[in-house]
């Protein structure tokens, strides 16, 4: 699925934000709402999940890790031959 965001002359023109910005905004409050994991919002954020999590920390909000997150983890090191 591709979404296309299109911000609207003056927003863009008085918020000077990078589209790797918006994108960060995007997954930070998607993630603080709960609608997605913090593997997906890192994704969304194109960042590494770690350099995700330390932006969150730095910005107070708690990292949600519940068991599906820890099952993906688990899954993630045994496809890298870590476990």
């Not at 927003?11 to 589209?19: D, F, G, M, R, V």
């Not at 905004?25 to 194109?46: C, D, G, V």
Request: charged share 25%; net charge negative.
């Amino acid at each position: 699925m591709q979404i296309t965001l299109e911000i609207l002359d003056n927003i863009a023109q008085t918020t000077p934000l990078s589209e790797a910005d918006w994108l960060r905004e995007i997954a930070i409050a998607l993630f603080q709402k709960e609608l997605i994991t913090l593997n997906r919002a890192s994704r969304i954020a194109q960042m590494h999940q770690i350099e995700f999590q330390k932006l969150l920390a730095s910005r107070g909000i708690c990292v949600h890790y519940d068991v599906e997150d820890f099952e993906q983890d688990i899954q993630h090191l045994r496809v890298r031959g870590w476990l």
